[in-house]
Each structure stands twice: as C-alpha cells, then as structure tokens.
C-alpha cells in the first residue's frame, strides 16, 4: 500500500483495510445472501441487561466513568480475578471492547523496532496493531494443526523481542490451544522476559474441555477480554484487561488520553452481566459446530474447532481467494479467505454465529462448491 494523500502518516501504509470489512460491505450489496462471514453472535443481548442499561441512562448515568471503570463493576470482576488467579499484584480496569484494550497493551508496551511474536494464522487486528506501534511482527506458522510449537516460538526470538500475542480460542480456526502447549508458552515468555499478550474474548466457549489461560502459568501475562461474544453485545464495547497492577497503571494512563473511559451506562449493565447465566446460548453453539463438522467432514479437510465460532476448512481446489470468490459470486455465499488471516492462501474461514437455516444453506453450498 501506498501513500495516497501528502498528509496521511507512513505508518498507513503498513497495513490495508479489514479485509473482513469487504465482504461485509459486498454482502450488502447482494439480494439475500448466505452470511457466514462476522464474527458477531446471532443471539441478542438478554432483555434484563437491556433494561439495566435503559435504567443507567434514565437514572443519568450518562457521564464519564473513572477512567478505571465504575467501581462496583470493577470490583465484581477484580473479586474473580482474584478467586481465579489468587495474585494480589493482579490488577482490572475496564475497556472500550477487548480491541481497545488490545491496543492499550501494544501501545504501551512496544516501541519503534520491537519485535513481535504472532501466531499464523491470526485475528487482522494483531499485525495492524504491532505497526500502528511502529513494530514488527514476526510470524510463526501454525499449519497444519493450528496448535503452537513454542519450540518454533523459542527459534524466533531475537534480543528484539519485546511481546508474544495469543488467541484461545483462536480466530480464525476455532482451534482450542493445548494445556501443555499454553504453559510452555507462558513460561518461555516468563523466563525470555517477554510480555505475553493473552486474547481471550472467546473463553466462555469452549466446548470439549475447561478453558486455559497463558495467567495461570506466568503471572505477568496480560489478558484482555470482554462481553461482546459472550453476552451478544460487541457494539456495547464494553471489555477488561487485567495483568500486573504496574502494566496497569500505565495504561489506565494511555486510556486517559485516548478512550477516556467505556461507556459509562452499559458498564452497569456489564456489572449485572458478570452473574448472568450464558451457558444456554453455548451450549446451542456447541450444537452449530458439531453439526457443521459433521456436515463437512466427507468434502473438506478440516481441523475440529475446539471453541469460538470459526471453522477454517482447505480450500478443496484452487487458492482460498478463487474459492471464495466463486462463493460469493455463484452461491451468495459470504465466508473469509484465509490470506485475511494468513501470508498463506489456501484456507477459508466459516462463521456459524448464524441462524441454523442460514448454516444449512451454507452447507448446501459448499457440498456443491467441493464437488466441483
């Protein structure tokens, strides 16, 4: 990419728009189209959190919010923190989304020519984020299992190396990372100094086993997180961060010249969101995957997603981007090239946070794609 205007920062052309982003836009443009592309839930936010958020606002909680979040929120989340990881240095706030927070850690932590660790494929955010830092990514493949090798891990740090960046469950695979590859990860980060970035937007569904988290073995690991999966509201943008209370205080401070705070209203209905019981809509997910899995399984080479709601099948001819197309323009069928996610080309990823009408009809299409 290059530059198009004399005004726009060289770090512009570093990366391109989402190239998730195009096939929303041109799926907007087609006349009923099979969407499985977003990765956005489609179970809307529970009425009582609605109606919490509809209550903060007619009660006037319309303001700013401590940069930190609302209190009573934040100590709800720091008392399961706390539970959970029993680190008295273990330190929350609250985000504007899991992305915000995301970008907070990055920007506080990586300087112009840090080296940075991310996993092949991965969510378009990390490497976007590691330039708008002005750092360098540096990728490590997971082909073909799309589970991390932390000996090949060990093999890419160089004195440089200031992060490793890690998704479980994965987007775009839906991949469920192992234990023992995790704690590898997270002592290897601990004992190479490394900060370790832990993405866990899609812990709440995990469908074959108990979540892990990278923090139960490195207590220096920062995890963002948040309800916009879990809860089906990512336009609330309402994340956390939580990681050694000095990393904290650092970017409560970047959060104080950039996002200011989350949205002050819909934090109170996070409050309540934190005890609210999501596990029937997982449990419907769990549903969508196996039956997705066993409906592809005789026409596409597919790793088993473990969690999420991704699966990231091989393009059965040709490069993913020619298979997409082919979807796109033949069937109305929306799903996502893996050169998206990947310097590779050759896999595609399917979105099931869709109705079950809308997967039949996209597994219709891509029995009808694999046969060609």
């Known amino acids: 990419m290059t530059k198009t205007h004399p005004w726009l920062a060289e770090r512009m052309t570093r990366f391109d728009a989402s190239g998730i982003r195009k096939v929303f836009e041109l799926g907007a443009k087609l006349k009923d189209p099979i969407d499985l592309s977003i990765g956005q839930p489609d179970f809307d936010v529970p009425d009582e959190l609605k109606e919490c958020a509809a209550e903060a606002i007619r009660r006037g909680k319309n303001g700013y919010s401590l940069t930190q979040g609302v209190p009573a929120f934040r100590e709800r989340l720091q008392a399961e923190i706390a539970k959970r990881y029993n680190d008295p240095q273990r330190e929350v706030f609250i985000t504007s989304g899991t992305s915000g927070g995301l970008m907070l850690a990055v920007l506080t932590l990586v300087d112009p020519g840090d080296e940075v660790i991310v996993f092949d494929p991965s969510f378009v955010m990390y490497d976007a984020l590691v330039h708008v830092a002005g750092g360098i990514p540096v990728y490590v493949d997971t082909y073909p299992d799309f589970q991390i090798d932390v000996g090949r891990v060990e093999a890419a740090l160089t004195a440089k ?117 999501m596990r029937p809509a997982y449990a419907a997910y769990k549903c969508k995957r196996d ?3 066993a409906s592809l399984r005789d026409y596409y080479d597919l790793v088993t997603p473990g969690g999420a ?18 979807a796109i323009e033949r069937h109305g069928l929306l799903i996502i090239p893996g050169g998206v996610f990947s310097r590779r080309d050759t896999h595609f990823r399917i979105s099931y946070a869709a109705s079950d009408e809308t997967i039949n009809r996209g597994v219709e299409a891509l029995r009808k794609l694999a046969r060609k």
Request: charged residues 20%.
């Open 309 to 326: 709601f991704y699966a990231f099948p091989r393009a059965p001819w040709g490069t993913a981007t020619e298979f997409v197309t082919e």
């Open 161 to 277: 190396t200031k992060m490793i960046i890690v998704n479980n469950p994965a987007n775009p695979t839906g991949v469920v990372l192992n234990s023992r590859s995790l704690r590898d990860l997270a002592e290897l980060a601990q004992r190479r100094n490394v900060a370790l970035i832990s993405d866990e937007i899609y812990c709440d569904f995990c469908y074959d086993e108990p979540f892990v988290s990278p923090a139960e073995y490195n207590p220096r690991t920062i995890v963002a997180a948040g309800f916009s999966k879990s809860h089906g509201m990512p336009g609330w943008r309402l994340g956390f961060v939580h990681g050694p209370r000095e990393i904290v205080q650092q970017m409560l401070k970047l959060q104080q010249f950039s996002f200011v705070c989350a949205p002050h209203p819909l934090q109170w209905a996070g409050l309540k969101a934190v005890d609210y019981d």
């Open 291 to 293: 039956r997705l899995v």
